[in-house]
C-alpha cells in the first residue's frame, strides 16, 4: 500500500494534481449530457420542483 | 478563571445545551458577563490542546454579554440565544478580530465588517468568544496532511493523536471538548460532516442557499454553505433560526427562512417519515473498527423514525470529479491572485499548493459539464424523493483517522473509496452527491468504534427539509444518549 501513495516530493505531487485533472476529465466525458441540459444559475442553484404529492402536505412545516 | 458556578471546572455548564445555559441564566445562577468570561478562560486555557482556537474575542464577547445582561426584551424562541456564547470557523469576517482563513498568506488579515451570519446571532443576543481554527483556505486545493492549518493539526476530543477531521477542524473540536456550547462551521463538500462525524458532536449542513455567506471566504460559489455544529439537533435548529434568511449581500441567498415544527407536528413527521438507506453502506463498506456501531445506529434509528425501505442516491454519476472539477475552477477564480502571485507558496500543505495551481488547467467545457450533470443530478434525486423523505447513511465509514496520517493513506476497506473495489456504492458518496445538489444534511452521534472514537450518521432531505431533519433527529436524541457522551477530561 505504502508504495501506492505519492510522495511529498512537490514536484511529484504536481504531477499527482495534474494526473487527478486527466481522470476528472474521462470521468465527466464518459457520463454524456443531453444537448438540451442547462448547467445551473451560478448564482442560486436551482432546486428542483417537488413531483406530486408534495411531502409537505404530509410535514406540516416543511416547507 | 471565576469564581461563580460557571467556572471552568464546572461540567455541567460546560456541556450544556442552549435551553439549558438559557434556563440557567434566566435564573440568574450566573450573569452572561460571568458566562462569557469562563468560556473565553476556557478557551485560552484549553484551545491550544486541540489547536482549535484561531483567536479569542474577550473583549467582545464581554460587550455582547453586557448587553445581553442588560436586554429587557422578552423571553421566547426569539431570545433563546441571548447571552449564549459561541465560536465561529475564522473564515467568517468578524470585525475588529483577525480572520485568516487558516492559512499564512492571510495571517494579518483583519476584515471591517461582520460576515452576515454573525450579525444576525449578535441581533439575536449570542455572544462571539472565539474564531475557530480550520484546514488553510477550507482545503481548497485538496490538502494531504491534517497539518494543513495555521493552528496546527486539528487535535480529536476523544484522543489527542487522532484529527478533529475538516475543513471546519475547529468549530467541532471546540463543541466536542465543550469550549462553547455550539459553533458556526462551514462545507463545501464534507466540512461540516466530517468534523461532526470525528469529534461526536451534532453538524447541519443547510440546503445551498438557505444561510447567506456574505463575509465568508468563497472557496465555491456555487457550493459553499454555512452551517451550525452543537450538541444537539434542536440546537443547531435554534441557530439555523437566527442565521437562515433572505440577505441583498448574497446573490445565492433563497430569502427562504427556518422555523422547527411544532411538537405535535414533530412528532407526526417522526412516525411518518419514510426513510432510504442501502444495506451494504455499513455492511460492505464501513471500517472494521465502526461497523458495528453504526450497524447498531441504523437499527436504533429505524426503530423511532417510521418506517425504512430500500433507496439509494442517483447511480452513474461520477461524483468526486464533479465536485472536483466544479470547486476546482471556482477555486482557481477566486484565488487567481494569491496562486499568479506566488502567495501560494506560503501555504503549509505541498498538495494543496499543487492542487490550487492545476486548477488553473480546467477547461471551461469540463466544469460546464460538471455543472450541467448537477442538473440532471438534481431532477434525478428530486425522483428518489417522491419514493422516500430522507436518505439514511454514516457520516463517515470510518472513525478519524492518526494525526500524523497522510489523509490518502487509508487502508483498502477504510471506507474511503467503495468503489474501487467494484461493490454497489450504495448511498455512500452522500457527501458529494448531497452538496452538487444543494441537498440539507443533519450528522449526528449514533456510538463508539471499537477503538473508542465516535462514529455517527447522516439524514439528507430534499431541498429546505431542514425542519423535517431536525425534528426526526430531536427524537432519536431524545430516547438515546450518544449524544450526551463526553470525552475524558
Redesign the interface.
Known sequence: ??DE??S?D?ER??E???E??T???A?????P?PID????T??????????TPD?AS?????? | MTATPVANGNSEIRFATIPELAGALRRREFSARELAAATCDLLEAEGGRYNAVAAVTRKRALREADRADRSSAPEGPEGALRGIPYGAKDLLAARGAPTTWGAPPYRDQVLSDDATAIRRLGRAGAVLAAKLAMVELAGG??Y?YPSASLQGPGRNPWDLDRWSGGSSSGSAAAVGAGLVPYSLGSETSGSIGTPAAFCGVTGLRP???LVSRHGAMALS??LDKIGPMAHTAEDCGTVLAAVAGGDRAD??A?GRRF?P??PD?AA??TR??RIGHAEEDVAEHAAPEARSALAAGVEEFGRIAGTMRRATIPE???F???V??VF?AEGASIFSELVDGGGVDALLD??Q???L??GN???AR?Y?????????L??D???V??EV?VLLTAGRTSTAPQIDQ?L??R??GAGSTPAADGKPVGNTPLIPAGNL??LPAIFFPCGFGTDGLPVGLQLVG????E??LVAVVSAYQAVTDHHRKRPAA
Do not use: C
Request: net charge positive; proline share 14%.
Open positions: 500500500m505504502s501513495r505519492p511529498d512537490p505531487l504536481r499527482v494534481a495534474k487527478a485533472l481522470a476528472n476529465r470521468a465527466l466525458r464518459a457520463r449530457v441540459v442547462e448547467p445551473p451560478i448564482f442560486g442553484v436551482e432546486q428542483p420542483r417537488r413531483p411531502p404530509r410535514h406540516p412545516g416543511t416547507a | 486545493g485538496s494531504r440546503t445551498y442557499g460559489w456555487t446573490p445565492s433563497s422555523r415544527l411544532a407536528a407526526d413527521a411518518r417519515v452513474g454519476y461520477p468526486g470529479a464533479m472536483g472539477t476546482g505541498e498538495r499548493k499543487a492542487g495551481r492545476a488547467e480546467i477547461l469540463d460546464l459539464h460538471a455543472m450541467r450533470l448537477r442538473t440532471l438534481q431532477r434525486f428530486a425522483k424523493f417522491h423523505d497522510p490518502d493513506a487502508p483498502p445538489a444543494g430534499p431541498p429546505f427539509s425542519p423535517l
